[in-house]
């Protein structure tokens, strides 16, 4: 079962910018469609951003601000987050909505000033 490995995460005042990074374990050309997901304390996990092949999604409440990524050669998928808000504070995950995996660990993005 493929493994994904989120980092990036961090503190970071409002308007601010993060690039989180997931490594994915095995070759993502194989893989269709990843996303990265949140959940934030006492909220259901949520879908913020998918990739498919090269066409992107975004939730309502990131569109404009975030902007998600591949790199099939490196194995890697991206997600660089500008103009954050105190309410994206989250555990940030990635996983695949086409194939989905056991959940990493992910990485924590605190918004605060």
């Given amino acids: 079962q493929v493994q994904f490995v989120e980092s990036g995460g961090g503190l ?3 308007g601010g ?3 989180l990074s997931c490594a994915a374990s095995e070759r993502l050309f194989t893989i269709y469609s990843m996303g990265w997901y ?3 304390p006492g ?3 949520e879908l913020v951003a ?3 092949t090269s066409t992107t999604h975004y939730a309502e409440s990131v569109k404009g601000r975030f902007i998600i990524s591949r790199d099939n050669d ?3 998928v991206y997600l660089q987050m500008n103009s954050l808000k105190p309410e994206d504070t989250a555990v940030y995950y ?3 909505p086409s194939r989905p ?3 990493g660990q992910g990485t924590q993005v605190t918004v605060s000033s």
Avoid: D, G, H, T
Wanted: charged share 25%; proline share 4%.
């Fill in 12 to 14: 970071v005042e409002p």
């Fill in 17 to 19: 910018s993060l690039r």
């Fill in 38 to 40: 949140r959940q934030a």
């Fill in 43 to 45: 909220k259901q996990r």
């Fill in 50 to 52: 998918q990739i498919i």
């Fill in 74 to 76: 490196k194995n890697m």
């Fill in 94 to 96: 990635c996983n695949s």
């Fill in 101 to 103: 995996s056991l959940w």
